[in-house]
């Protein structure tokens, strides 16, 4: 990974934008020091890098739009980041030095928690896991995590839509946004932060800002829903013979289970035999071999683990003798439980591990998901021989995570920027005509940026192109984010 030596020089605007900038900031809140922007300089999966005029970590909303403001009057494009944990390069700057990288870390006051209302308001550098000890601490929970939840923070999760293992029953992050506080191009600060259940004032602006990826306004707090702590969890790991069994079992659980069933990820046994060589102290949880699992976690704020684990065994019990299900155990503590969890968050880490690979973050609807996987799995390594299709993740929401492994001997960097690309466009074609989304909770950042105006509604992309030509006409918000830069007149 190459980093550039220093920062470019600065043209004489800038060098006035930098002073400015500076005097509003303080020494603490910018910087252009090479060594402190570095690692803000390339993306969480290492594919991109790019170089920035300065780092600027505003304390408050009032400095954003202070900063904004200075931006808007000297062009610098600003590139918002969070935890700089995404998926898809969408908080990473491009290799001009043009932009300045605007850091939310530094607000991350919870500002106001109730467990009254249900609500909790925070600023947007809050991480996860933050949130997740203070609901806790006040006998709440946050409906919504994800594998990166000690360093993803609420502004970025909020600009991405991000999902996780809990959609199933609760939503995206679309679903937990009561309120919104952002700072529009121009530095105005929009205020939506009052959550009202019943509100026909004209468009629901705070739900066009959630998913736009920093590119229509730059989020600095909301208010999020709270649900009460969970008095009972049951957590139970299954082997079947295929994914069509799992979509029937899912059905099955869904009935039974209720509004108690919270997550339902497959993992087949390529993924799981990947992640028990990847990490020594893992183990299986089943005796034996299946060709999928799935992972079923079951939590109630109105019943004990126990009544769940009741619940959950006689389904599971009733699937058994069906012939539906191979085998299945059910988590005899929190800890067993983590543990399953950690074999399925450990997958991508252990298929890493096993040389280069195309991670494609995709979903079609629920019930076509088994056949698509069926269908979508030989026809890419036919195409491609020599590469390993596996597909895995949230089947309760239609969206799997579709990894195509390299050949045998492939060099890491090479491989994904030759042969990988046309994986890509196969998989993102296949999803395309199965009715489908090239992005189910990863956004499109820079890495699909023109993935998604070749595949996308002509129509869609059209008005999206408005609304950011409405919003931003100068385009300095996250510039060559999401939708492709408009050609020059």
Same mark, same amino acid.
């Given at each position: 990974?190459?980093?550039?030596?220093?920062?470019?020089?600065?043209?004489?605007?800038?060098?006035?934008?930098?002073?400015?900038?500076?005097?509003?900031?303080?020494?603490?809140?910018?910087?252009?020091?090479?060594?402190?922007?570095?690692?803000?300089?390339?993306?969480?999966?290492?594919?991109?890098?790019?170089?920035?005029?300065?780092?600027?970590?505003?304390?408050?909303?009032?400095?954003?739009?202070?900063?904004?403001?200075?931006?808007?009057?000297?062009?610098?494009?600003?590139?918002?980041?969070?935890?700089?944990?995404?998926?898809?390069?969408?908080?990473?700057?491009?290799?001009?030095?043009?932009?300045?990288?605007?850091?939310?870390?530094?607000?991350?006051?919870?500002?106001?928690?109730?467990?009254?209302?249900?609500?909790?308001?925070?600023?947007?550098?809050?991480?996860?896991?933050?949130?997740?000890?203070?609901?806790?601490?006040?006998?709440?929970?946050?409906?919504?995590?994800?594998?990166?939840?000690?360093?993803?923070?609420?502004?970025?999760?909020?600009?991405?839509?991000?999902?996780?293992?809990?959609?199933?029953?609760?939503?995206?992050?679309?679903?937990?946004?009561?309120?919104?506080?952002?700072?529009?191009?121009?530095?105005?600060?929009?205020?939506?932060?009052?959550?009202?259940?019943?509100?026909?004032?004209?468009?629901?602006?705070?739900?066009?800002?959630?998913?736009?990826?920093?590119?229509?306004?730059?989020?600095?707090?909301?208010?999020?829903?709270?649900?009460?702590?969970?008095?009972?969890?049951?957590?139970?790991?299954?082997?079947?013979?295929?994914?069509?069994?799992?979509?029937?079992?899912?059905?099955?659980?869904?009935?039974?289970?209720?509004?108690?069933? =919270? &997550?339902? !990820?497959?993992?087949? *046994?390529?993924? @799981? $035999?990947?992640? %028990?060589?990847?990490?020594?102290?893992?183990? /299986?949880?089943?005796?034996?071999?299946?060709?999928?699992?799935?992972?079923?976690?079951?939590?109630?704020?109105?019943?004990?683990?126990?009544?769940?684990? =009741? &619940?959950? !065994?006689?389904?599971? *019990?009733?699937? @058994? $003798?069906?012939? %539906?299900?191979?085998?299945?155990?059910?988590? /005899?503590?929190?800890?067993?439980?983590?543990?399953?969890?950690?074999?399925?968050?450990?997958?991508?880490?252990?298929?890493?591990?096993?040389?280069?690979?195309?991670?494609?973050?995709?979903?079609?609807?629920?019930?076509?998901?088994?056949?698509?996987?069926?269908?979508?799995?030989?026809?890419?390594?036919?195409?491609?021989?020599?590469?390993?299709?596996?597909?895995?993740?949230?089947?309760?929401?239609?969206?799997?995570?579709?990894?195509?492994?390299?050949?045998?001997?492939?060099?890491?960097?090479?491989?994904?920027?030759?042969?990988?690309?046309?994986?890509?466009?196969?998989?993102?074609?296949?999803?395309?005509?199965?009715?489908?989304?090239?992005?189910?909770?990863?956004?499109?950042?820079?890495?699909?940026?023109?993935?998604?105006?070749?595949?996308?509604?002509?129509?869609?992309?059209?008005?999206?192109?408005?609304?950011?030509?409405?919003?931003?006409?100068?385009?300095?918000?996250?510039?060559?984010?999401?939708?492709?830069?408009?050609?020059?007149?």
């Amino acid at each position: 990974m190459n980093h550039p030596a220093s920062p470019p020089r600065p043209a004489p605007s800038a060098e006035a934008f930098l002073a400015e900038a500076h005097a509003l900031l303080g020494a603490r809140g910018l910087t252009t020091d090479p060594e402190r922007m570095d690692a803000w300089l390339t993306d969480w999966r290492g594919r991109y890098t790019g170089r920035a005029l300065a780092l600027a970590s505003p304390a408050s909303t009032a400095e954003v739009a202070g900063l904004v403001k200075l931006c808007a009057l000297h062009g610098v494009p600003i590139v918002p980041q969070g935890g700089n944990s995404g998926m898809a390069g969408g908080a990473t700057p491009d290799e001009t030095g043009h932009a300045i990288i605007l850091s939310l870390r530094r607000m991350s006051a919870i500002r106001r928690l109730s467990p009254e209302a249900g609500q909790v308001v925070c600023e947007a550098g809050v991480v996860l896991q933050t949130l997740h000890e203070a609901a806790e601490a006040a006998g709440m929970r946050f409906p919504l995590t994800l594998g990166g939840k000690g360093s993803a923070t609420i502004g970025g999760l909020i600009s991405t839509n991000a999902g996780g293992t809990q959609v199933l029953r609760h939503g995206t992050m679309r679903a937990q946004v009561l309120g919104l506080e952002a700072v529009m191009a121009n530095g105005e600060v929009l205020d939506l932060m009052t959550p009202l259940k019943k509100d026909n004032r004209g468009f629901d602006l705070k739900q066009l800002l959630i998913g736009s990826e920093g590119t229509l306004g730059i989020v600095t707090a909301a208010t999020l829903r709270l649900l009460p702590a969970a008095t009972g969890r049951a957590t139970a790991w299954v082997g079947l013979g295929g994914i069509v069994e799992a979509r029937t079992l899912l059905r099955q659980m869904d009935r039974a289970m209720g509004d108690a069933l =919270e &997550g339902f !990820e497959v993992v087949p *046994a390529h993924c @799981l $035999e990947s992640v %028990l060589a990847h990490q020594p102290t893992a183990r /299986a949880p089943l005796g034996e071999a299946h060709a999928w699992n799935a992972l079923i976690e079951c939590v109630s704020s109105g019943q004990d683990s126990a009544a769940l684990r =009741e &619940g959950l !065994e006689t389904a599971l *019990a009733a699937a @058994l $003798e069906a012939g %539906l299900i191979a085998d299945a155990v059910i988590a /005899a503590s929190d800890t067993q439980a983590e543990a399953f969890w950690s074999l399925r968050d450990g997958i991508s880490a252990a298929e890493r591990a096993l040389g280069p690979a195309m991670q494609h973050d995709i979903s079609v609807p629920v019930e076509r998901m088994p056949e698509f996987i069926l269908a979508a799995v030989p026809e890419v390594e036919a195409a491609h021989p020599g590469t390993r299709a596996v597909a895995f993740g949230h089947l309760g929401d239609g969206n799997v995570h579709f990894h195509v492994l390299a050949p045998a001997g492939a060099v890491r960097g090479v491989w994904e920027e030759t042969q990988g690309k046309a994986v890509s466009a196969q998989v993102h074609d296949l999803v395309t005509a199965w009715g489908g989304s090239i992005s189910a909770e990863h956004g499109i950042g820079q890495m699909k940026v023109d993935e998604l105006a070749r595949l996308h509604d002509p129509v869609a992309l059209a008005v999206m192109a408005r609304v950011k030509r409405a919003l931003d006409p100068a385009g300095l918000l996250n510039p060559g984010k999401l939708l492709q830069s408009p050609s020059p007149a």
